[in-house]
């Protein structure tokens, strides 16, 4: 099981934006690499890179697919069904848990709950305030023509609103992140942490790696 300890990024003030933050992550490539169901092996190269600022996650996702979908543009819309990257997240050893998700166009969506049905969705003048930046642009890998995509997001702790958190600082979680694309040509699903289950199924925390913030 992977783990992680996630670094406190240098003060950020005011004048400082998302592609600041974006060249701090810059040395950090965490793969999103496991292929958990054999029936989907489409495995485009994706990584992502985290720190903190006591009162903000930040998480730079970086993608090379062939294919790139990106429909839906308001919050909490079925995002998982484009191109989209996720982040689930549980505090304090708690069995009730947070998913956050984003499309190409940095579109939220939020739920929190204990399992992958009835879950609470997260308030849209919350998710609001996550900031996101985005890149497009074409490459060549392996001799073929991709696209590399990528996404930064910053991510008020203020958002898990089923807790108080007056700081992330030396607070200990279990995640994992994720990558899919349910409507894509050829649907893939991409784990962090890798995922024991016969069929598709993100939801299972059991599998969720721990990591501290520093």
Known sequence: MRSLQIPLLPPVGKGIILHDISLMLANQHHPIDYVPWPAFPDKPKVSFAIGHCH???????????????????????????????????????EDAYY?????????????????????????????????????????????????NWTLTVSVPIAVFVFH????????KAKMNFYKCGDDLTHPHYLAWNNIIAPEPNFHLPEFFGEVEFL
Do not use: M, W
């Not at 543009?73 to 990257?85: G, R």
């Not at 919350?126 to 996101?132: A, D, E, G, M, N």
């Not at 108080?164 to 607070?171: D, G, M, V």
């Open 55 to 93: 009162d903000h996650i930040y998480i730079k996702y970086d993608v090379i697919e062939k294919e790139v979908l990106a429909r839906y543009k308001h919050i909490n819309d079925p995002v998982y069904k484009d191109s989209c990257v996720e982040f689930f997240i549980a505090f304090d050893g």
């Open 99 to 147: 998913n956050i998700e984003f499309n190409r166009l940095g579109t939220c969506l939020g739920r929190y709950g204990t399992e992958r049905e009835n879950r609470a969705e997260l308030p849209a003048d919350v998710l609001r305030t996550i900031k996101h930046e985005r890149t497009l642009k074409q490459v060549v890998e392996n001799d073929e023509p991709v696209i």
């Open 164 to 171: 108080h958190l007056a700081t992330i600082q030396q607070k």
